[in-house]
Antibody
């Protein structure tokens, strides 16, 4: 069974850095794009970008370009989403999901990021 | 960037009734790349319909998708209690993905 397992919830202060993870299980990790999706509290889904673990090719949504960095570590089948300086407005649930043929499936369970002073 | 507008924002129906959810695109979308998801509170989204009309694995046949060009529809033929949730459409084109703002399907 193809699964994506995300790291646990984080509580950070504004200005701090953060890296959350998404581990692929049950498939060839380098063969499938992985997307990241943000969901602010009580709001809808926003596509942030996708990364191809095979060669780390990355495509960012214009709304998130320069705000976050996506990366992978093939050796441990894990994708990452990172911030260099968090803001309160980054408070949200972040999902990773397999991206194939223009759709997202499966989805990770989500990582809740809370940024508060 | 293609904007997807879902309507209604909230749909109030009773179990057993038929639900019709709309997703309208600001410009033409390839049917191949029009997808619907279901999200229940506290859960990750789940793939429902892809290619505008193909049900994902394990999705009951009361769910169906249709449409082309700029107008797409998700229909739930007879609502079950577990169908009350949020529904999102999503498109892919020109290397960009966008989601609609969602429809909340609530129990009347």
């Amino acid at each position: 069974e193809v699964q994506l397992v995300q790291s646990g919830a984080e509580v950070k202060k504004p200005g701090e850095s953060l890296k959350i993870s998404c581990k692929g299980l049950g498939y060839s990790f380098t063969s499938r794009w992985i997307g990241w999706v943000r969901q602010k509290p009580g709001k809808g889904l926003e596509w942030m970008g996708i990364i191809y673990p095979g060669d780390s090719e990355t495509r960012y949504s214009p709304s998130f370009q320069g705000q976050v960095t996506m990366s992978v570590d093939q050796s441990i089948s894990t994708a990452y989403l990172q911030w260099s300086s968090l803001k309160a407005s980054d408070t949200a649930m972040y999902y990773c999901a397999g991206a194939v043929a223009g759709r997202f499936d499966p989805w990770g369970q989500g990582t809740l990021v809370t940024v508060s002073s | 960037e293609i904007v997807l507008t879902q309507s209604p924002g909230t749909l109030s129906l009773s179990p057993g009734e038929r639900a019709t959810l709309s997703c309208r695109a600001s410009q033409s979308v390839s049917s191949t790349y029009l997808t619907w998801y279901q999200q229940k509170p506290g859960q990750a989204p789940r793939l429902l319909i892809y290619g505008a009309s193909s049900r994902a694995t394990g999705i009951p046949d009361r769910f169906s998708g249709s449409g082309s060009g700029t107008d797409f529809t998700l229909t739930i033929s007879r609502l079950e209690p577990e169908d009350f949730a949020f529904y999102y459409c999503q498109q892919y084109g020109n290397s960009l993905y966008t989601f609609g703002q969602g429809t909340k399907l609530e129990i009347k």
